[in-house]
C-alpha cells in the first residue's frame, strides 16, 4: 500500500511571497495533520483536519491555513513567507489510537 | 503547553550494546505514547507505540511506560549502526482521539563499529 505523499520535495522561496503544499493520506485514513520541524527540534503541531474539518490548530499565526478535500487529501498554505518559516513540513495520517504515519516532507526555504 | 523532555545527546555506544534512550512528559493523563526514529534529511518513521504501564517489546526495541512516574523510554538491543538516527519520543493529546503529538527534540544515537 502506498504511503503518505507529499509535494513538491524541495521548495524555494523569497521572502513575502507565497506557498501551497500538497498531501494526501494513506488509503482510509480519514485524518491529515501538517508539522512544522525546525533544524534540530521535534515536529510541532500546526493544524488537524478530519472528514474535511479542522479539528485543531497550534500556536501559528493566521498566515497558516489549511484545508482538506473530499477526496481526504489536504493542502497547507503559508502567506507572506519569513526567513523563520523554513523547515521541513510534515504531513502525516493516522486512524484513531493508532499514532501519526508521517510523509517524506517537503524541504522549504525562504532566501 | 504540554511539554516533552528527553535525555540529552549525542549518545554514542559501540556495536552491539544497548542503547537507553530516556523521555518524561508533563500531561498526567496522557494514554498514547510513540517512538520515531528519524534518519538525517528523512522524515520520521514510527517504530513503537505503548499504552499500558510495563514492557513492549518488539524485535531488537523493548519500550518501557510508567504513567506514574510519567516516564517512558526505549530499549535498543544489539545496537547496530543502522541504528545511528535521531529518535524522537512524543505523546498524544489526551483532548484527540485522532493522532495529534507533541515531540520531544529527539536524542541523537550513533552506534560505531
Known amino acids: 500500500d502506498a504511503g503518505v505523499t507529499q509535494s513538491p520535495t524541495h521548495l524555494i522561496k523569497t521572502r513575502g511571497q507565497q506557498v501551497t503544499l500538497r498531501c494526501s493520506p494513506i488509503?482510509?485514513?480519514?485524518?491529515v495533520s501538517w508539522y512544522q520541524q525546525v533544524l534540530g527540534q521535534g515536529p510541532q503541531f500546526i493544524f488537524q483536519y478530519y472528514e474535511k474539518e479542522e479539528r485543531g490548530r497550534g500556536n501559528f499565526p493566521d498566515r497558516f491555513s489549511a484545508r482538506q478535500f473530499p477526496n481526504y487529501s489536504s493542502e497547507l498554505n503559508v502567506n507572506a513567507l519569513l526567513l523563520g518559516d523554513s523547515a521541513l513540513y510534515l504531513c502525516a495520517s493516522s486512524f484513531p489510537g493508532g499514532g501519526e504515519y508521517f510523509g517524506p516532507g517537503t524541504r522549504l526555504t525562504v532566501t | 503547553q504540554k511539554e516533552v523532555e528527553q535525555n540529552s545527546g549525542p549518545l554514542s555506544v559501540p556495536e552491539g550494546a544497548i542503547a537507553s534512550l530516556n523521555c518524561t512528559y508533563s500531561d498526567r493523563v496522557s494514554q498514547s505514547f510513540f517512538w520515531y526514529r528519524q534518519y538525517s534529511g528523512k522524515s520520521p518513521e514510527l517504530i513503537m507505540s505503548i499504552y499500558s504501564n510495563g514492557d513492549k517489546e518488539d524485535g531488537r526495541f523493548t519500550a518501557q511506560l510508567n504513567k506514574a512516574s510519567q516516564y517512558v523510554s526505549l530499549l535498543i538491543r544489539d545496537s547496530q549502526p543502522s541504528d545511528s538516527a535521531t529518535y524522537l519520543c512524543?505523546?498524544?493529546?489526551?483532548?484527540?482521539?485522532?493522532?495529534?503529538?507533541?515531540f520531544g527534540r529527539g536524542t541523537q544515537l550513533t552506534v560505531w563499529p
Open positions: 512524543a505523546v498524544e493529546d489526551r483532548g484527540s482521539t485522532l493522532g495529534r503529538l507533541y
Open positions: 488509503s482510509g485514513h480519514k485524518s
